[in-house]
T-cell receptor, first 111, second 115 residues
Framework: DQQVKQNSPSLSVQEGRISILNCDYT??????FLWYKKYPAEGPTFLIS?????DKNEDGRFTVFLNKSAKHLSLHIVPSQPGDSAVYFC??????????FGAGTRLFVKA | NAGVTQTPKFRVLKTGQSMTLLCAQD?????MYWYRQDPGMGLRLIHY???????AKGEVPDGYNVSRLKKQNFLLGLESAAPSQTSVYFC??????????????FGPGTRLLVL
């Protein structure tokens, strides 16, 4: 039973356009959500997070939106750059130390 | 400041062989984790530790053992490797405490192939 789902295995976007990565979750007890970015042959690195008491968090080109009623969050990257090409993992936890990860979405940004 | 390091980077084992994966962190983190990443499955927690001398089972602990004798090190052992344990293994650490503090810092991974 996947509590965190990323239904799109891959996404291709033109450089300069917006990338939107989606994530759905089933556990209403999750109160903290994170996005990690992973390049080949490297470990995941933290990108951006959002608490369940907020519906938006922005950090430069990256914005995460949270819709609690729909149990859905999304990561927007504007403008997309070729260096953003990576696998993006959505993750969630209940404020403790056990974090549940989605399967990841591979983003390709074409120059 | 090296962050989280893992050794080895790559290993090939025969079925039934044993090995130990070493993880080290220099950030004085309390919590450490071992994950495996398989295609289409994301990262799944194998075992974790909330402090020196303590370990606990995660989502997929069968076939693995761990030890945390020193705060900075977290070892993952495979006593009798099976082909189903072919995967990429990631170690991570975090401060602990909830919220932003739960951001995990990952090592570069160990690719394990069991024949």
């Amino acid at each position: 039973d996947q509590q965190v789902k990323q239904n799109s295995p891959s996404l291709s976007v033109q450089e300069g356009r917006i990338s939107i990565l989606n994530c759905d979750y089933t556990n209403s007890m999750f109160d903290y959500f994170l996005w990690y970015k992973k390049y080949p042959a490297e470990g995941p690195t933290f990108l951006i997070s959002i608490s369940s008491i907020k519906d938006k968090n922005e950090d430069g080109r990256f914005t995460v939106f949270l819709n609690k009623s729909a149990k859905h969050l999304s990561l927007h990257i504007v403008p997309s750059q070729p260096g953003d090409s990576a696998v993006y993992f959505c993750a969630a936890n209940t404020g403790g130390f056990k974090t549940i990860f989605g399967a990841g979405t591979r983003l390709f940004v074409k120059a | 400041n090296a962050g989280v390091t893992q050794t080895p980077k790559f290993r090939v084992l025969k079925t039934g062989q044993s090995m130990t994966l070493l993880c080290a962190q220099d950030m004085n983190h309390e919590y450490m984790y071992w994950y495996r990443q398989d295609p289409g499955m994301g990262l799944r927690l194998i075992h974790y530790s909330v402090g020196e001398g303590t370990t606990a089972k995660g989502e997929v602990p069968d076939g693995y053992n761990v030890s945390r004798l020193k705060k900075q090190n977290f070892l993952l052992g495979l006593e009798s490797a099976a082909p189903s344990q072919t995967s990429v293994y990631f170690c991570a650490s975090s401060y602990g405490g909830g919220g932003q503090e739960e951001t995990q810092y990952f090592g570069p991974g160990t690719r394990l192939l069991v024949l």
